[in-house]
């Protein structure tokens, strides 16, 4: 990572591209290329074009030089008002360890409570052991079932934090 550094700022349409192929990149090596997942939302191409309208919601990415390295995003889940999820949160392999990840999830928790969010949702599977520790670091409880209104089926490991 030598050169410039690393910047956190909002997504751009021309961050499509390189959001949706790391993304999909991690799920497939973990084997999560599979429907129920994120791997198969319809807008993953088009983060940027998602994000514009969804109301208290945005997607911050982490870049240096246009090449994206990781991002997160909130946005309303459901029908739920006080409820935020997090989305899309994902690091490359090549930041992880550098503390990128935290400025990163920072941003985003720092928004949520900006617009008024009362939790944090994350919906996420037991093999991403090494993920869910860092959502439990952050302050995550673990809860018994999915909240109403949950798409990603395949997910197995329920997330709430109160802000």
Do not use: C
Not at 55 to 80: A, L, Q, T
Request: aromatic residues 16%.
């Amino acid at each position: 990572m030598e050169g410039k550094e690393l910047t956190i700022r909002t997504i751009k349409a021309s961050d499509n591209e390189g959001i949706f192929k790391l993304i999909q990149g991690i799920l497939e090596s973990y084997d999560l290329d599979k429907p129920g997942t994120a791997y198969f939302d319809p807008y993953l191409d088009r983060l940027f074009e998602f994000y514009q309208k969804q109301p208290k919601g945005e997607y911050w990415v982490i870049v240096k030089e246009d090449k994206v390295y990781g991002g997160i995003g909130i946005s309303p889940f459901d029908d739920y008002e006080n409820i935020a999820e997090v989305q899309k949160y994902y690091i490359s392999k090549d930041i992880q360890g550098l503390g990128y990840g935290r400025k990163l999830y920072d941003v985003a928790e720092q928004f949520a409570k900006e617009q008024g969010y009362e939790s944090l949702y994350i919906e996420t599977i037991d093999t991403l052991g090494k993920a869910n520790d860092v959502y439990y670091h952050y302050g995550f409880e673990q809860r018994t079932e999915p909240l109403n209104g949950s798409k990603h089926n395949l997910m197995n490991v329920w997330l709430e934090k109160k802000l």
